[in-house]
């Protein structure tokens, strides 16, 4: 298993009432950001992803998000190719790069081959569709966001291994002269994680790719379900998913003592937490789901999808138009929060209460990419630092060594799509579905 | 109430889902980028001496979706191989809001497509001042509220009112989703059409705007007037975006007008 370290690098001098009265972190105004205070951040998040090295972390993880405080990651390349420079050990996993918000994947390539090179071939690269609100922010059109994905994707592919110079002329990329003269350390190319949230077109699509899918705190059912899904697609290609084609990302805080961790990890619901990413207008734009998943969506009132839901965009939408109680929002949240505690969602307390809960999770999605999402808000240095220390001295030896026991292979260790298996025949399991009732009937 | 009906067409390489309705001279209607309402009061005044025909735009949920339309250039494009396909033309035409749109393209490409030109709350040009309403970074419910001043319109309500069905909210999206892929960037208007427009000689045109309509600002309406200097303006009053619903009388009267 390869065990990771992933922060949204929140910018935390947001004022929550702010957010909370505009209901969502994205479109804040930026009269809120204090540079003395973001630099500092930057430098800080820098230095996190350098001591989970020394700690022994196999991984650190960065996104990218735009316009908006909950996570600074704007230009993540950039911050990756610092890490390149200033790691020596570690994986850079990108998770991942917006491909159809950045609308120019010719650059997309070459920024990465440099990353690749200055660190020595420890990239991986992933490849996300963007969030809804990044299709405001760069102005990408959401109904074409599926396509340019899948175009751009493939463009670089060929870009980092076919011979150049060639014309490309796509549906919505063109380029006279495809020449990158940097091209990847890692040959054919580094490998690519897709993070998601179960959107089932994207678990089709890696399958599709072998390629392996990060489950981003989803909740285990839905993810076992998925996992299945996965599994059934990639044995129509005909190979066996493992442990190396899947991935979990599970946000956590540690502290010495529980009480401690609790106070601290409230911070993941600070300003609405991760359910106030965005607005549900910016959330899902028009054209950003298939007609498939637009129909799913209609059919189901309250059901959720990334927190939106049919009423939620049958609503006004907008900022709050009315006095806040903030008091009462709280309450909510951290109600949210003790609910998500025990759905195993979001994991907070003591090395001894989370080891117990990472290794049930673990057992039953059986994960070779395990990472670690930390606390949110207006925890301080001080906190986040012990926590990763806690987490590195602690949580990390006792899961890689039960990773080993039961039998998790990690991508960079075996090659996701190896295992060939034979059309018609049954395939193995992926998913460990009697540990998942198990935690269900407790 | 006029005989409507409504069929597939075979035309333009595509299944076209068009509604008839009334007798007379033949009036192309285009309707709006939230899709075809039903028939209305002023369907019905209009189709007493003409014969409606509302084709259903591709990709909003009836018409099957052209991969190739990716503007509303191309849309206007199609529309007129569907107007020489089926023999319709010269024929007189209303738009509205994005229909407008669609028929002021077809238009500034081809003049002699129509007879008369009615464009209701167009979009297409950028406005001399003020911005086109972003209904993209909108929920559906707001959308359809700023589409009108008067909420409380009896045919709004009667389109609108109560719960939205699964089918109805598909349906929206649909229609939000074709549009979004047709008018993201520029949002909503094609920087050469108004320069395409001062060649469309004096072909009758008719700019028809509510009062209070907060979507498609004056500016949308005085830069069709700086493209199309011989076009009339009929201002309506008590409306907003949606003068034919919110005050059916003055609109049925001024278009009925023009058209006559």
């Not at chain 1, 190719?81 to 918000?101: E, Q």
């Not at chain 2, 209070?212 to 409306?239: E, T």
């Amino acid at each position: 298993m390869k065990i990771a370290y992933f922060t949204e690098r929140p910018y935390r001098w947001v004022d929550e009432e702010a957010v909370l009265k505009n209901k969502a972190f994205f479109a804040i105004s930026n009269s809120h950001f204090d540079r003395e205070k973001a630099a500092a951040d930057y430098n800080h998040y820098l230095d996190e992803a350098v001591y989970a090295e020394e700690l022994g972390f196999d991984a650190v993880c960065l996104n990218e998000h735009h316009g908006n405080p909950f996570c600074m990651g704007s230009v993540m390349n950039v911050e990756a190719a610092i890490l390149a420079r200033i790691t020596n050990k570690v994986n850079i996993v990108l998770i991942g790069n917006p491909l159809p918000t950045i609308k120019h994947p010719l650059r997309m390539a070459e920024e990465l081959a440099e990353i690749d090179l200055i660190s020595k071939g420890r990239l991986v690269t992933g490849w996300v569709r963007g969030a809804g609100s990044e299709q405001f922010f760069n102005n990408a059109n959401p109904a074409y966001n599926r396509e340019m994905f899948n175009e751009a994707h493939d463009f670089i592919v060929q870009a980092w291994t076919r011979p150049g110079p060639w014309r490309y002329e796509g549906k919505h990329f063109h380029y006279r002269h495809v020449n990158p003269w940097a091209l990847p350390y890692q040959k054919p190319h580094p490998q690519m994680w897709i993070p998601g949230t179960l959107s089932p077109e994207t678990v089709e699509w890696c399958a599709d790719h072998a390629y392996p899918y990060i489950g981003l705190g989803t909740s285990l059912g839905p993810t076992c379900d998925l996992w299945d899904f996965y599994a059934d697609e990639a044995q129509k290609h005909g190979y066996q998913a493992g442990s190396e084609n899947f991935g979990y990302l599970i946000p956590t805080f540690v502290a010495d003592t529980d009480a401690k961790a609790q106070e601290i990890g409230a911070n993941f619901v600070y300003g609405g937490g991760q359910g106030a990413f965005s607005r549900p207008e910016h959330t899902l734009p028009s054209g950003y789901n298939s007609k498939d998943a637009i129909r799913n969506l209609s059919k189901q009132p309250g059901g959720s999808w990334l927190g939106i839901s049919r009423d939620k965009l049958g609503s006004s939408g907008g900022a709050a138009k009315e006095a806040v109680d903030y008091d009462e929002v709280r309450l909510k949240l951290r109600a949210g929060l003790d609910k998500a505690q025990r759905n195993m969602q979001i994991l907070i307390g003591t090395p001894d209460t989370v080891i117990p809960k990472i290794k049930k999770i673990i057992e039953i999605i059986r994960p070779g990419i395990f990472s670690f999402f930390a606390v949110q808000g207006q925890a301080n240095n001080e906190d986040r630092m012990r926590s990763l220390q806690l987490l590195g001295e602690h949580v990390v030896p006792a899961i890689r060594e039960h990773a080993k026991n039961i039998g998790l292979v990690d991508p960079l260790t075996q090659k996701p799509g190896i295992n060939k298996i034979t059309a018609g025949t049954q395939r193995d399991p992926v998913v460990d579905r009697a540990a998942l009732q198990a935690i269900l009937d407790a | 109430m006029a005989l409507t009906s409504e069929a597939v067409v075979d035309v333009a390489d595509t299944q076209l889902t068009m509604i008839r309705g009334g007798s007379g001279k033949p009036l192309l209607i285009l309707h709006d980028e939230l899709g075809y309402t039903g028939w209305m009061r002023w369907n019905e005044a209009l189709s007493n001496d003409h014969e409606l025909i509302i084709p259903l735009q591709p990709g909003f949920g009836h018409t099957p979706r052209l991969d190739w339309i990716m503007s509303y250039r191309d849309l206007g494009c199609f529309y007129q191989r569907v107007i020489r396909e089926l023999k319709l033309g010269p024929i007189d035409v209303i738009g509205f809001s994005a229909g407008a749109y669609i028929a002021a393209e077809m238009a500034a490409s081809n003049p002699d497509l129509f007879d008369k030109v009615v464009l209701v709350s167009p979009l297409g040009l950028k406005p001399l001042e003020g911005e086109i309403m972003d209904m993209f970074c909108l929920t559906i419910k707001t959308h359809l509220l700023h589409t009108v001043w008067n909420t409380e319109a009896a045919e709004f309500a009667e389109i609108y009112g109560g719960g939205m069905s699964p089918e109805q909210f598909e349906l929206f999206e649909e229609a939000r989703s074709e549009s979004t892929r047709l008018g993201w960037e520029p949002y909503m208007f094609n920087p050469s059409l108004g320069h395409l427009l001062k060649g469309i000689g004096d072909l009758p045109t008719q700019l028809v705007w509510g009062v209070y309509d907060d979507f498609s600002p004056r500016g949308c309406i005085d830069a069709y007037k700086q493209a199309i200097p011989g076009a009339k303006i009929n201002d309506i009053a008590d409306a907003g975006h949606r003068p034919e619903i919110e005050n059916p009388d003055a609109f049925i009267d001024a278009v009925a007008g023009f058209l006559s």
